[in-house]
């Protein structure tokens, strides 16, 4: 049976507890399903979560999924936003971001710097935004400054906060901790709360805290405060980065890190960010599980600074357990499935085999919403189909092994083994061998995971970056973190990996807000070089090239797979051409045809036939 509360409640106050309905234990199947819903008047049930149980008998586990609508009850361009951005301008942010050029190539310099492009992410941002929205800047350097309170983004204030954002320059350390702080420090005096807007911190630092870190360590002191006023999301641009701080931050925040390795992927992972953002449909968001003392539920996606162990409840006959998952933001069109472990004695029985979940969350309001769900560990059936509960197992074991790379110290900050060990080699060998994921190959989100783990290049970035010392120590170590995350939170991060790139697929608000994103990346003026003695490209600058997921384009004798199964080159496609996508078939809306200039021809000579 499934119920929801919703009520009003202050930041201070504790939610009062769930009424339990009793239920029938001769009909198992009956208490998965939906029931009879409370809703607050006015409120409609097409704009409410659902959340289901799936036991798994045999295979020792549990699915509980959170489905958001799919998409608003009423049309909207985008989901209103409280933006402040934290930006570093450290003295590095001055360097210059060529264009990365294919192997062999030499990059193109336009001499625009690190955070020239920072400063033009910052006004698609700002692009998209409108009276609804509001935006605060914070700059960090070896002090941390207020650039703009939070105001809305009308014409005469976007107009100001386009001069404040051209009016960053670099300086010279890196103090982190004061940014963070001075970003919090703007909710605070933000004034207005619980307005219906989604409250978001962006971090970005393209180095190492050097100045004025906290002696306790970033998560025991963020752990300190009451309550975090606002999501806090990470990036870190280049390869000098703390990114398992960076990581661990975001995690307390119940946001999002996300790593930008060069100047052609900081476009993708801005836009995806935002577009995530504006197609929030609720924040905040707590899954509470209560089972049989004699019951034991383990999480399977590895150890985070949030993880909590189970509690009994005391007061309660039998003394049931009780374990919380803080799942933080939720999008529309994009549920989010916890594959659990379950560990549960022979004697087990219908009378004491009763799971309940309840999950709550906020719609950006001070009304707290409840949904309830019951259930038998003993259920012998699910109406999961096979594919699906083959990729959330894969999903969640992707997941554990990623986190074993990155584990934790004790002051709660993540941090990436220093190599590869041959026994961590042969675990992700293992992994390849046995996931799920390989018995379902024609299933698209399946097969994505193969792809991330083992696919060929440029796909199979994990095995990549773990088989090779050099790729892991150079990016590997920053990369696989970000990939963990998407996959954990089930966000698309960028335009690259074929994982993330499900996540958000069925959403369109989602969608339309990353195009809209993506278009504005590629079509705003492009920004004044800083370093333009030192450029070695003096023509037009294309932003496009700095919002691209791998730095190349394709060929016209690319085979493309039409929907029929059959491959064409890239050069026959027109418009209305269905082709195969990871989303299933899909119709060609337009075709890009770009000249190019000398054509250079590669000759492989002596290789022997497969």
């Known amino acids: 049976m499934v119920k929801k509360w919703i009520f009003e409640t202050s930041s201070r106050e504790k939610p009062s507890p769930v009424s339990r309905t009793d239920s029938?234990?001769?009909?198992?199947?009956a208490w998965t399903t939906t029931s009879t819903v409370q809703v607050e008047e006015g409120s409609s049930s097409q704009d409410s979560l659902s959340l289901s149980l799936n036991p798994l008998k045999d295979k020792g586990g549990l699915i509980v999924q959170v489905a958001p609508p799919k998409a608003p009850v009423e049309p909207i361009a985008h989901v209103p936003c409280d933006i402040v951005l934290?930006?570093?301008?450290?003295?590095?942010?001055?360097?210059?971001?060529?264009?990365?050029?294919?192997?062999?190539?030499?990059?193109?310099?336009?001499?625009?710097?690190?955070?020239?492009?920072?400063?033009?992410?910052?006004?698609?941002?700002?692009?998209?935004?409108?009276?609804?929205?509001?935006?605060?800047?914070v700059t960090f350097a070896s002090e941390a400054r207020i650039v703009q309170k939070l105001i809305p983004m009308d014409a005469k204030n976007k107009k100001r906060a386009e001069r404040n954002i051209n009016s960053m320059k670099p300086h010279d350390m890196t103090n982190l901790w004061h940014g963070l702080l001075k970003g919090?420090?703007?909710f605070s005096e933000g004034g207005e709360v619980n307005t219906g807007r989604v409250p978001t911190m962006m971090v970005l630092t393209d180095g190492m805290p050097n100045h004025m870190c906290p002696t306790q360590g970033y998560v025991p002191k963020l752990r300190a405060m009451e309550q975090l006023p606002a999501s806090i999301h990470t990036f870190g641009f280049g390869y000098c980065l703390r990114s398992g701080l960076l990581k661990s931050i975001a995690e307390i925040g119940g946001g999002n890190y996300a790593f930008i390795p060069d100047a052609g992927m900081i476009g993708t992972v801005f836009v995806h960010a935002v577009a995530n953002l504006q197609a929030t449909f609720a924040i905040n968001a707590t899954l509470r599980l209560t089972y049989p003392a004699q019951v034991d539920l383990e999480e399977t996606t590895g150890d985070s600074v949030v993880k909590q162990e189970a509690v009994t409840l005391p007061n309660e006959n039998d003394e049931p357990k009780r374990l919380s998952i803080l799942l933080g933001n939720i999008q529309y069109?994009?549920?989010?499935?916890?594959?659990?472990?379950?560990?549960?004695?022979?004697?087990?029985?219908?009378?004491?085999?009763?799971?309940?979940?309840?999950?709550?969350?906020?719609?950006?309001?001070?009304?707290?919403?409840?949904?309830?769900?019951?259930?038998?560990?003993?259920?012998?059936?699910?109406?999961?189909?096979?594919?699906?509960?083959?990729?959330?197992?894969?999903?969640?074991?992707?997941?554990?092994?990623?986190?074993?790379?990155?584990?934790?110290?004790?002051?709660?900050?993540?941090e990436a083994l220093l190599s590869i060990s041959p026994e961590k080699t042969e675990e992700l060998e293992t992994l390849i061998k046995t996931l799920p994921?390989?018995?379902?190959?024609?299933?698209?989100?399946?097969?994505?995971l193969v792809e991330d783990l083992s696919g060929a290049e440029p796909k199979g970035q994990i095995s990549l970056a773990l088989k090779n010392p050099n790729y892991y120590s150079k990016w590997g170590i920053h990369y696989l973190p970000s990939l963990l995350n998407a996959h954990t939170r089930q966000i698309c991060n960028t335009f690259k990996d074929s994982g993330p790139l499900q996540y958000g697929a069925d959403s369109p608000l989602f969608v339309a807000c990353r195009d809209r994103l993506d278009a504005a990346f590629d079509n705003l003026p492009p920004p004044t070089p800083s370093n333009r003695a030192e450029a070695t490209h003096h023509g037009r600058i294309n932003m496009s090239s700095y919002n691209t997921?791998?730095?190349?384009?394709?060929?016209?004798?690319?085979?493309?797979?039409?929907?029929?199964?059959?491959?064409?080159?890239?050069?026959?496609?027109?418009?209305?051409?269905?082709?195969?996508?990871?989303?299933?078939?899909?119709?060609?809306?337009?075709?890009?045809?770009?000249?190019?200039?000398?054509v250079y021809r590669l000759y492989l000579l002596g290789l022997a036939s497969a």
Do not use: W
């Not at 029938?24 to 199947?29: F, G, H, Q, R, V």
């Not at 994921?437 to 994505?448: C, G, I, L, Y």
């Not at 384009?553 to 209305?576: D, N, Q, Y």
């Open 86 to 137: 934290v930006i570093d301008v450290s003295g590095s942010m001055g360097c210059n971001a060529p264009v990365p050029a294919n192997p062999g190539e030499q990059n193109e310099n336009y001499g625009l710097s690190v955070l020239d492009l920072v400063k033009h992410a910052a006004r698609t941002i700002l692009e998209t935004m409108d009276d609804g929205d509001r935006l605060g800047i």
């Open 184 to 186: 919090i420090k703007l």
């Open 333 to 414: 069109g994009q549920t989010r499935d916890i594959y659990l472990r379950v560990k549960a004695p022979e004697d087990l029985d219908l009378e004491t085999s009763n799971i309940t979940a309840t999950l709550e969350y906020s719609r950006m309001t001070s009304a707290v919403y409840r949904e309830s769900a019951e259930t038998s560990l003993l259920a012998s059936t699910t109406t999961m189909p096979d594919p699906e509960i083959a990729y959330h197992i894969s999903r969640s074991l992707i997941c554990a092994f990623l986190a074993s790379i990155i584990p934790l110290k004790h002051d709660g900050e993540h």
């Open 549 to 598: 997921s791998s730095g190349v384009c394709f060929v016209a004798s690319t085979p493309v797979a039409l929907a029929s199964g059959r491959s064409v080159p890239i050069r026959a496609l027109r418009r209305g051409v269905a082709v195969q996508t990871p989303s299933g078939a899909r119709r060609v809306v337009a075709v890009l045809k770009t000249p190019t200039g000398a």
């Open 24 to 29: 029938s234990l001769s009909d198992i199947s």
């Open 437 to 448: 994921a390989h018995k379902f190959p024609d299933d698209a989100k399946n097969k994505s």
